[in-house]
Every structure is written in C-alpha cells, then in structure tokens.
C-alpha cells in the first residue's frame, strides 16, 4: 500500500513535470521567510495567512491524492473548496496591498467595488454546497469562473498600479521597488493564465498531455510570483513602497 501511494503522488508530479512540490516547498519557505520578517506591517501578515493558506491548499491537495488511491472515492468537492479558501485569501491579501500601493482614488474605489463583487461570488459558491443537487461538474465549473474572475481583477489592478508609475514621480528606482517586483510577476501569472483556465476543462477533455503540460507553466509562473515575495520580504522597507 505504502508503495501504491508513492506511486501515485510519482505519477500525477510527473505529469506536471514535478512543479507541484516546488511550489509547496516555495509556499512553506515564504510563510518562514514572512513569519520572521513581517516587521509588524499588515500587508506582510496579510500575505504570511495567504502563504500558510497556500501551503494548506497544497498539503491537502497530496492528501487528496493519497485518500484517492487507498480509498478509491472522489474528493472533487473538498479540493475545490479549498482551492476557493485560497483564492479568497490571495485577493484579500492582494487587497490591502493594493489599496496602501495605489495612490488615485478612483483605482481604490475600482478595488473596493472588486472586493465586493468577488465576496458575493464567494458566498454564493459556498452557499450552494449545501444544496444536494449541486453537481460535481458544477462544482468544478463554478471554481474555475471565480479564479478566472479574481485573475481579471488582479490583473486590473496591476495595470492601475503601472499607470500611476508612468504619471507619478518615482520616488526611488523601479527595480528597489519591492512592490514593482511582486506587481510585475503578479501581472504576468494572471494574464497568461486567464486564457487557460477558460478552456482548461475542454482541453483536459479534448487533450490531458497539453492541459498538464500547461498546468506545469501554471506552477512555473506561481513559482515566480513567490520568489518575487521572498525577494521583497527579506527586505526591511515596506513591500508596498
């Protein structure tokens, strides 16, 4: 049985070319990293309960894998679940960060309104978990809606923050900007992701080979977003500066 399951965590890693554990382990190492050098800032505790989220999402995640191949049941609801705590955390997070970076009004206002609408999607996801005849291919549907919809709005408000440097002042270089480097590689994730989680379900239908393959980029680009936040929390200025 113990090798039944190495097995199986074996086979689905390499699926994704084995970028699933790396992420966990760069999940575990930020919530270090932010734990002891969150300097008391509340955008930096705000991203420690985002990365112990993150690593929660993961672990369960290789829990999921293990139940699945000793007991054979599906765990859809739990995973996709928990991957909807996360989201949640991430845009909260994403938040307050992005409402102590941003300067004009209206792009605070435009990130209230986000939060608003992105919390009511929350709540009826997780109001409808209750009800019998919420599918699992519902389930599955209406998770990925939620992450493309946070993607977008994350993404919009990287685009406010890269207007404000083009028509404000730099105080400082871009590149000793921590806040530059987390927006940067938090732009790009999203953008290049909210085509493929779109058509994610069709193209693990149509094409597993490629949807993994694409996955694993998924990781990769996550991958970069963490080490950004791992290069901005070891510094001592505020990450928003």
């Known amino acids: 049985m113990k090798h039944e ?49 993150g690593t929660g999402l993961f672990v369960s995640s290789e829990l999921i894998i293990i139940l699945k191949a000793l007991t054979g049941r599906n765990y859809a609801i739990f995973y996709e679940t928990s991957n909807s705590i996360f989201e949640l955390a991430e845009f909260i997070a994403f938040y307050f960060f992005f409402n102590k970076c941003l300067c004009y009004e209206i792009s605070k206002n435009v990130l209230k309104i986000f939060l608003i609408l992105l919390s009511s999607l929350f709540v009826a996801f997780f109001a409808r978990l209750v009800f019998p005849g919420y599918s699992t291919e519902s389930l599955k549907n209406d998770s990925i809606s939620i992450n493309v919809i946070e993607f977008f709005f994350l993404s919009v408000m990287c685009l406010a923050y890269f207007y404000e440097l083009l028509t404000l002042v730099p105080k400082i270089s871009l590149l000793k900007r921590p806040s530059f480097l987390i927006v940067t590689s938090t732009f790009f994730y999203t953008v290049l992701m909210i085509p493929f989680f779109m058509l994610s379900r069709d193209v693990l239908k149509l094409e597993a080979p490629i949807f993994y393959t694409l996955f694993s980029a998924h990781y990769i680009l996550l991958s970069i977003v963490l080490i950004a936040f791992l290069k901005a929390f070891l510094r001592k200025e505020p990450i928003t500066k």
């Open 5 to 53: 399951v190495i097995n199986r965590l074996a086979t689905v890693w390499c699926k994704t070319f084995f970028t699933e554990p790396v992420v966990l382990l760069l999940f575990v190492l930020c919530a270090f990293v932010a734990f002891f050098n969150n300097c008391k800032e509340r955008e930096r505790i705000y991203f420690l309960i985002y990365f112990l989220v």
